[in-house]
Structures are given as C-alpha cells and as structure tokens.
C-alpha cells in the first residue's frame, strides 16, 4: 500500500484520487505505524519550505519519515515535497534546514521572471529514468512554484524544464525520487508518472 504522508501541509486528496483511478491502493496518514507499514510513500507539500519543516517537526513524523527513506522505501516528493528533501531553503532570504537527503539549496527563481511560475510546461531528459518510462520529451506538467532546487550532484537531475532558465523539474537518486510539478494535476502524463512510481514500488 502506498502512503500518502499528511502533515498538514499538500494536495493530499488529489494524489490519493489520482493513485486509485490507477488502481492502486493509497491512503492518508499521519500515523507513523502506518507509515512503516507503507511499500511506498508519498510527500506532497505546498506552502512556504519553513512552515512545512516545522509541521514535520512538531508532527512527529520527521524521523519516521528518514527513517523509512533510509531503510530504501521507494519515495516520492511532490513540488515543496521535493524542495524539503534538499540541504536548505533561502527563502524568505533566511537559511533554513532541510532534511538532507540531496545536497544543495533552494533558492528564488529569477529577478525579471513573472513568479510564481504557474502553469504548463515542458520536460526535457537529461538522462533516461524509470520515473519517466513511456513519457515523451516535450511533454507538458503543470507547475505551481516560486523557488527552484538547485543540487550539488548534477547527475541526480532526471527532467529539467526552461523557464528563464534550465530548472530541474525532477531529482532521483536510489531509492528516493521526486518532481517540482504536480503530477496529480498533469493530465494522462501525470497519471502515467504515478504509474511508474507504483511500478517502482512493485519491483522492490
């Protein structure tokens, strides 16, 4: 079963409906059992880096939640929930910790560009990625952001998207995936990436 991680924070219902019109068996939780009991986990998130940090915290989930990352689960982060699993946040112009799990920063994306960036755009493949299995490049997703990931390791970006600039639009590495878009929100390509992810999950 896929858990879908509440902390106060994201576009839980959407993911979750999406998951089942695939026929997968998903479910909300805040509850730390239930997330260790998960084959795969879900961190959606929208809001600003800092709040979200804290919610994780005074949840009680973050530990669970590096935890079952580090034990080798299949995770996917969504929009903030991929922003969260980077060393650290200027937003609001003040450093604040991340969890980590990517070495690098988050930072605002460009002075002269219209932000938030929202709406559709494109994905380009720097290298191939079973995330992105049967989706074409030029494919469109649709974004909602006013920060952009930025990793130390190149080599973890798997799609970028051109707004002003190259900006990632997905991170992977081992076990633990995620995307700046919304997937949830994407149309038949989204769907088609959450597929993958649970296909992920199958083959663990």
């Not at 460009?110 to 709406?119: C, E, F, R, W």
């Not at 973890?156 to 990632?168: L, N």
């Not at 919304?182 to 990436?193: C, F, N, R, T, Y």
Request: a negative charge; hydrophobic letters at 40%.
């Amino acid at each position: 079963m896929i858990k879908i991680i509440d902390y106060g924070v994201g576009n839980l219902r959407s993911v979750h409906k999406a998951l089942e019109s695939l026929g997968y068996t998903a479910e909300v939780t805040s509850d730390p059992g239930k997330i260790k009991e998960a084959r795969g986990l879900i961190l959606p998130g929208v809001g600003a880096f800092g709040d979200a940090m804290s919610s994780l915290q005074q949840s009680g989930l973050l530990e669970v939640v590096l935890e079952e990352i580090k034990k080798g689960k299949p995770f996917l982060g969504i929009c903030l929930g991929l922003q969260l699993l980077l060393g650290e946040s200027e937003e609001w112009g003040e450093s604040t910790k991340g969890l980590g799990l990517f070495a690098g920063k988050v930072k605002r994306l460009p002075a002269g560009l219209k932000i938030p960036h929202m709406g559709w755009n494109q994905l380009s493949f720097p290298r191939e990625h079973p995330l992105f299995q049967g989706v074409e490049e030029n494919s469109f997703v649709y974004f909602v952001h006013s920060y952009y990931v930025d990793p130390e390791d190149k080599d973890t970006i798997i799609a970028t998207t051109s707004y002003g600039m190259d900006v990632p639009a997905a991170l992977c590495r081992d076990n633990i995936c995620a995307v700046q878009f919304h997937p949830e929100k994407s149309g038949s390509i989204g769907l088609q990436i959450l597929k993958n992810f649970g296909e992920m999950i199958k083959k663990c």
